[in-house]
T-cell receptor, first 114, second 116 residues
Framework: AQSVTQLDSQVPVFEEAPVELRCNYS??????LFWYVQYPNQGLQLLLK??????LVKGINGFEAEFNKSQTSFHLRKPSVHISDTAEYFC????????????FGGGTRLMVKP | EPEVTQTPSHQVTQMGQEVILRCVPI?????FYWYRQILGQKVEFLVS????????KSEIFDDQFSVERPDGSNFTLKIRSTKLEDSAMYFC??????????????FGEGSRLTVL
């Protein structure tokens, strides 16, 4: 069975500072990894995904994530955040045994302060 | 930009009542999903639907739940007899292909269900 752990429930950061949101997963087979963002009063929007190939994945809004198989991690990073990045971020995993089912982490609230 | 739309945005109901949550997926999408998020908890998979039948469902999706695509555009989630623990945000999603085939899930804004 799959599981996803987002260790930080909240991450406060000042504007223009770098940020890393941590995600660790467990799965017994090859995985597909996703980061979603949820802005206030909106649905979940895909930021980026890893299916195969290069372990460094670039997404929208300047975010990127690195798949690290040995550490079973898929941390999300941005070198310089904006106030508008304030949102809830969800890491999710699927694998060949899961079909079209996504397993989500608990979410990390990114709070960007001026 | 095409989007998934959900109605109602918020529904309050009495325990034991039937509830239908409606979703209009993106028009050329073939895969449809329902997820839910109980306040303060993780987003959980309920069910996926493809080719007019359920393709996967979780343990949460028991006999109280059903899904339907009644008219080729809507995708509904019915809860037959609501319980207090069904209170949650319910998200509909759709995709044009399977996740493993570079499919991307597009989510709606959610329907908040409050059971009293």
């Amino acid at each position: 069975a799959q599981s996803v752990t987002q260790l930080d429930s909240q991450v406060p950061v000042f504007e223009e500072a770098p940020v890393e949101l941590r995600c660790n997963y467990s799965s017994s087979v090859s995985v597909y990894l996703f980061w979603y963002v949820q802005y206030p009063n909106q649905g979940l929007q895909l930021l980026l995904k890893y299916l195969s190939g290069s372990t460094l994945v670039k997404g929208i809004n300047g975010f990127e994530a690195e798949f690290n198989k040995s550490q079973t991690s898929f941390h999300l990073r941005k070198p310089s955040v904006h106030i508008s990045d304030t949102a809830e971020y969800f890491c999710a995993v699927s694998d060949n045994n899961a079909g079209n089912m996504l397993t989500f982490g608990g979410g990390t609230r990114l709070m960007v302060k001026p | 930009e095409p989007e998934v739309t959900q109605t109602p945005s918020h529904q309050v109901t009495q325990m034991g009542q039937e509830v239908i949550l409606r979703c209009v997926p993106i028009s050329n999408h073939l895969y449809f999903y329902w997820y839910r998020q109980i306040l303060g908890q993780k987003v959980e998979f309920l069910v996926s639907f493809y080719n007019n039948e359920i393709s996967e469902k979780s343990e949460i999706f028991d006999d109280q739940f059903s899904v339907e695509r009644p008219d080729g555009s809507n995708f509904t989630l019915k809860i037959r007899s609501t319980k207090l623990e069904d209170s949650a945000m319910y998200f509909c999603a759709s995709s044009d292909r399977a996740l493993q085939n570079t499919g991307e899930l597009f989510f709606g804004e959610g329907s908040r269900l409050t059971v009293l």
